[in-house]
């Protein structure tokens, strides 16, 4: 059983758990706390395709020389910091 939790008018399945959203300027968010208190991360470029059309093999994140550029490149080894979206789009997303 999953207890849904409501925050700024969102339903999230749980914290540290990203959903897609809905339009705006970010494709995921997740919830999560940041010393005591709840925040939404939001991360993702909306036009980056993470599925092939039509399949459930991801565009571009499967391959693994792609995933080691965009990693070094975005200094992922160095993000730990879960209330930030870089942390999000390194280890979540890619």
């Not at 914290?15 to 999560?32: C, D, E, I, M, Q």
């Amino acid at each position: 059983m999953s207890k849904e939790i409501r925050y700024a008018g969102e339903v999230f399945k749980g914290y540290n758990k990203p959903k897609k959203t809905s339009g705006g300027n970010k494709k995921f968010a997740v919830l999560v706390k940041n010393d005591g208190k709840d925040k939404i991360v939001r991360f993702g470029d909306p036009k980056m395709q993470h599925f092939k059309e039509g399949s459930k093999e991801k565009a571009g994140h499967g391959d693994e020389d792609r995933r080691k550029n965009f990693k070094s490149r975005h200094n992922c080894d160095e993000k730990k910091d879960r209330t930030k979206p870089g942390y999000w789009s390194c280890n979540w997303s890619w």
